[in-house]
């Protein structure tokens, strides 16, 4: 049965809580349906209108659709308030690919070292961790995946906290889970390049191919960045725009 509740909190936001722990330990997986809301109501000792308002908090969360007719579906485990924060794990795995990551190195520089003379300002001017990564889809390489955090965000950092396979490979969680870190906005820049040598080897192509570098800063609600992210890739990016916002709830 449900945990118990506590006396002063809705029973719909204690239902809601409750389903998103389960989500985030990977009880409901990326494009699999959820109970229905007569299980849920069943199983949280609650009515169907209950269940429902808990449901569509996770809806405008980005969690989950609801489709007529079909039920809720698990979208993703980790909703974006921004485009290039959208978890490139989770849509895989939402579209029947098999995502997998292959780790290729851990770096640390000092402030003012030459591998960060390109980031952002906030970054060249501290200590800086580098995580370096391959994604693959169905096993192809899809992008190559430069991630960058100040030290001190980054503390113990071993290739073990970074997963090959499964859910919890996406690079979005492992931050937020593992090292604690939490955002509240970004800013991207998409621009292309040319592949050189090492490029054209990684994703098996010709040496001056075109190829879009996708750059990500994510900021906390105090204004510090907290990571940045450079990703190369062939092909395109795809966008997809809405009217409507959404805000986080802290769990």
């Not at 071993?158 to 969680?173: H, T």
Request: charged residues 25%; neutral net charge.
């Amino acid at each position: 049965m449900a945990r118990m509740q506590t006396e002063t909190q809705p029973k719909y936001e204690h239902a809601y809580r409750v389903i998103l722990q389960r989500l985030k330990s990977g009880r409901y997986p990326v494009g699999g349906r959820m109970p229905t809301e007569s299980e849920l109501a069943t199983h949280f000792a609650v009515s169907r209108v209950t269940i429902r308002r808990a449901l569509d908090m996770l809806v405008q969360d980005g969690y989950v659709e609801s489709k007529q007719g079909s039920g809720y579906r698990v979208l993703t485990l980790s909703p974006a308030s921004d485009t290039c924060l959208t978890s490139f794990t989770d849509a895989m795995l939402r579209s029947g690919h098999d995502p997998s990551s292959r780790f290729i190195s851990l770096d640390h520089f000092e402030a003012g070292a030459a591998e960060v003379a390109a980031l952002p300002a906030e970054l060249r001017g501290i200590a800086v961790s580098r995580v370096v990564r391959l994604r693959l889809v169905d096993e192809k390489p899809s992008m190559l995946v430069m991630t960058y955090a100040p030290r001190d965000l980054l503390k113990d950092a071993r290739p073990v906290d970074f997963p090959e396979r499964g859910p919890g490979q996406s690079i979005l969680r492992i931050l937020s889970a593992r090292f604690g870190l939490e955002w509240s906005a970004a800013c991207e820049d998409i621009s292309p390049i040319l592949a050189d040598t090492a490029m054209a080897d990684t994703f098996e192509i010709s040496v001056g191919q075109p190829l879009l570098k996708q750059a990500c800063s994510a900021f906390d609600d105090a204004g510090r960045m907290v990571f940045h992210e450079d990703v190369y890739r062939p092909g395109s990016v795809s966008f997809n725009l809405s009217q409507s916002g959404r805000s986080p709830r802290h769990v």
